[in-house]
Each structure stands twice: as structure tokens, then as C-alpha cells.
T-cell receptor
Framework: GENVEQHPSTLSVQEGDSAVIKCTYSDSASNYFPWYKQELGKGPQLIIDIRSNVGEKKDQRIAVTLNKTAKHFSLHITETQPEDSAVYFCAAWMDSSYKLIFGSGTRLLVRP | KAGVTQTPRYLIKTRGQQVTLSCSPISGHRSVSWYQQTPGQGLQFLFEYFSETQRNKGNFPGRFSGRQFSNSRSEMNVSTLELGDSALYLC?????????????FGEGSRLTVL
């Protein structure tokens, strides 16, 4: 069935270190993969997205990589800062069911 | 420009009651989708509306329903509330739909069922 698995569920890093969050998806026809950041008490906000015709995309300290063969994609945050602390959700557009399916989220804590 | 507005922000109901949640999308956005957020479960898709038509729905029982009005505002209704319905309900709007680009989320309506 349609599924997006996200790991780890929690991640604690020292300020300045890198953080990596990984997701796998089930629908081989998926072609759109956004990442959302949710701060406490707020709704999720898009931070970066990638489409299946691209293997990697960068935006300052944030990058996303996509491996369509293995059906997984990852979020990379470099030089982490305390304000990066939040819950991060990956998502995949399921062409088979016409739905955007989210992962279960990763709580990132950046220790000063 | 105003963001997505959800009302009410917090509400407490008892089992068996029903609840209606409202979502006002960003002006010009025709798509409104609803998600249920619970700890450890992420965001579970409820349904999406586009120009007053339900485009798709998730795997929720028929007690969960929704609609969209001609001004793109949307409501969702949950009847015969159960304890397990306690969650944060998030609404998101977009210009053209969940398949083509950024979703703009509201801050959610937190429902507690006692």
C-alpha cells in the first residue's frame, strides 16, 4: 500500500554539526517529494522540495537527495543552528492514489 | 497577505458529540486539504477539495466529512466523536492542488474528546 517511512524519529546534534533525515516510499510512480518543518504551535512550512527528474537540490544549508531506483530520499542540514530545532516531515506524492502522503516526522534538537 | 485561518483553535467535546472545523484559505487558492496529526503518526490525509469538489479522500471512516464553499472556505465535520479522534486537525491551501506545489498550512484546530 501507499506508505512513507521516515527515520530517525528523534535526532539530537551539536550546533554546527550536520543532520540527516531519511525517507523511503512505496509507490514507484511518485514524482514529487517535499519536506516540511513544523515549529512548536505552528503549522508545517515547506522548506525544500524535489521532483523525480532531479537527483539533488540545494538551498543554502539545506539539501535534498533522491534515489528513485532505491525509492528513498534524504534531507541534509549542514552547520545546524538552534533555530533548526523543530519537527521535520518528508512527503511523497502518490501518483497511484493521487494523494500526498507524509512520513511520521523527525524531531530534531540542536544543542547549543 | 493573510495566511490560512483555522477556527476554532481549541475545543473540547465529549464522546458521541459532533464537531465542525472551519478553514479559510489564502485568497486565490482553490485547493483545501485536511490532515489529522497525532503523536507518532505524522500527518494523516483526510481529504482534498478543489473548486467545491472533493478530489480525493483518505482512509478515514464515514464519520469524517467535509465540504468546500464557492469562496473556497472549507469545513470538516466529525460526527459521533470517539476518544481516538483527539488530535490536531490541520488545513492546508494551495493554488492548484497537493500534487503540484507548496501547501500553506494553518496553525490547526486542537480537538480533545473526553
Amino acid at each position: 500500500g501507499e506508505n512513507v517511512e521516515q527515520h530517525p524519529s528523534t535526532l539530537s546534534v551539536q550546533e554546527g554539526d550536520s543532520a540527516v533525515i531519511k525517507c523511503t516510499y512505496s509507490d514507484s510512480a511518485s514524482n514529487y517529494f517535499p519536506w516540511y518543518k513544523q515549529e512548536l504551535g505552528k503549522g508545517p512550512q515547506l522548506i525544500i522540495d524535489i521532483r523525480s527528474n532531479v537527483g539533488e537540490k540545494k538551498d543554502q544549508r539545506i539539501a535534498v537527495t533522491l534515489n528513485k531506483t532505491a525509492k528513498h530520499f534524504s534531507l541534509h542540514i549542514t552547520e545546524t543552528q538552534p533555530e533548526d530545532s523543530a519537527v521535520y516531515f518528508c512527503a511523497a506524492w502518490m501518483d497511484s492514489s493521487y494523494k500526498l502522503i507524509f512520513g511520521s516526522g523527525t524531531r530534531l534538537l540542536v544543542r547549543p | 497577505k493573510a495566511g490560512v485561518t483555522q477556527t476554532p483553535r481549541y475545543l473540547i467535546k465529549t464522546r458521541g458529540q459532533q464537531v465542525t472545523l472551519s478553514c479559510s484559505p489564502i485568497s486565490g487558492h482553490r485547493s483545501v486539504s485536511w490532515y489529522q496529526q497525532t503523536p507518532g503518526q505524522g500527518l494523516q490525509f483526510l481529504f482534498e477539495y478543489f473548486s467545491e469538489t472533493q478530489r480525493n479522500k483518505g482512509n478515514f471512516p464515514g464519520r469524517f466529512s467535509g465540504r468546500q464553499f464557492s469562496n473556497s472556505r472549507s469545513e470538516m465535520n466529525v460526527s459521533t466523536l470517539e476518544l481516538g479522534d483527539s488530535a490536531l486537525y490541520l488545513c492546508a491551501s494551495s493554488k492548484t492542488g497537493t500534487d503540484t506545489g507548496e501547501l500553506f498550512f494553518g496553525e490547526g484546530s486542537r480537538l480533545t474528546v473526553l
